[in-house]
């Protein structure tokens, strides 16, 4: 099967509420071992966000600050992801199915859910948020076919989300979990070939 056929099979597959995950040796170090939610896919392109890099410097907290919205005391501690180079200053919450914004939510599975409205925010602040949520900053885009490109040239695996892996692991151990899933040893794969 030549990488065109591999490419059009991609194409029929829809990847909507699955997993991405990174492999070694992926020539864009900014998602160097990336988990990636895939929130949208469809023949206009794909988009998603990578739910396994933290931003260290910002907090739930400091959002809210910045956004004027004030938080109850006690409100969640939730730390803001690197959801991808695109729209580096536009937010979106992945999470569970039962919350709905009243604005706008993007039903992506019957576990998963994405709002990028600020109602969301301001609804965690008070505690009426979403029981199990992932805050991002940016997020990951593919244009059409791109995503198909990269899979079928080896760049990513998928495996199948949970909300075990998407809310339930720490960021640090979310690419060996998803590897896992797959019944692959993280130490199994190496960027590096015919090294034996």
């Given amino acids: 099967m030549t990488h065109d056929e591999d490419t059009a099979d991609l194409r029929e597959m829809d990847l909507t509420g699955r997993i991405l995950i990174a492999m070694p040796g992926m020539a864009d170090t ?3 071992q990336a988990v990636i939610f895939v929130c949208a896919h469809s023949d206009e392109g794909a988009m998603g966000l990578v739910i396994n890099k933290i931003a260290d410097d910002l907090k739930l907290s400091d959002l809210l600050e910045q956004l004027d919205i004030e938080a109850k005391p ?9 959801g991808g180079p695109v729209e580096s200053g536009r937010g ?19 576990t998963f859910a994405m709002t990028a409205t600020l109602d969301i925010l301001e609804d965690m602040a008070v505690g ?8 991002a900053l940016g997020y990951a885009g593919w244009g059409p076919g791109q ?4 899979i079928a040239e080896n760049a990513w695996l998928i495996c199948d989300a949970s909300a075990k892996l ?22 199994a794969l190496s960027a590096e070939y015919g090294t034996a």
Avoid: N, Q
């Fill in 166 to 187: 998407v809310f339930g692991t720490r960021a640090g151990g979310k690419w060996a979990a998803a590897l896992e899933c797959l019944g692959i040893s993280p130490m």
């Fill in 147 to 150: 995503l198909e490109g990269e």
């Fill in 128 to 135: 009426d948020g979403p029981d199990a949520a992932l805050i």
């Fill in 92 to 110: 979106f919450v992945l999470h569970d199915a039962d919350y709905a914004s009243s604005i706008s939510t993007l039903e992506v599975s019957d």
């Fill in 30 to 32: 900014r998602f160097d």
């Fill in 74 to 82: 006690g409100a969640r501690r939730l730390p803001i992801h690197f």
